[in-house]
């Protein structure tokens, strides 16, 4: 069984940084593979934040691009979400999501982890 484990979370002041990883635990970094990051703030719809393919390559929520950046490490089993210039509205439980054979019929999904950015 596949898991997948966020890590990189907490509260950070508006203009700050952090760097969110998930760690798979399998091996299902294939080259096709699709990776994508996810975040619900309280009270909405989760919303798509970012993904990497090798279909796409990276691409990006508008409200977010240009301070966040996908990228994977699949020597360590992780993907990761580097945020820059966090905004108040960036506060939201962040999931990762994988797709190992890129083909939208099995993927899965990490637990979460809570972003804060204080104004």
């Known amino acids: 069984q596949v898991q997948l484990v966020e890590s990189g979370g907490g509260l950070v002041q508006a203009g700050g940084s952090l760097r969110l990883s998930c760690v798979a635990s399998g091996s299902i970094f294939s080259i096709d593979a699709i990776f994508r990051w996810y975040r619900q703030a309280p009270g909405k719809q989760r919303e798509f934040v970012a993904v990497m393919s090798r279909a796409v390559g990276t691409n990006y929520a508008d409200s977010v691009k240009g301070r966040f950046t996908i990228s994977r490490d699949d020597a360590k089993n992780t993907v990761y979400l580097q945020m820059n210039s966090l905004k108040p509205e960036d506060t939201a439980v962040y999931r990762c999501?994988?797709?190992?054979?890129?083909?939208?019929?099995?993927?899965?999904w990490g637990q979460g982890t809570q972003v804060t950015v204080s104004s």
């Open positions: 999501n994988i797709d190992p054979a890129g083909r939208g019929v099995v993927a899965y």
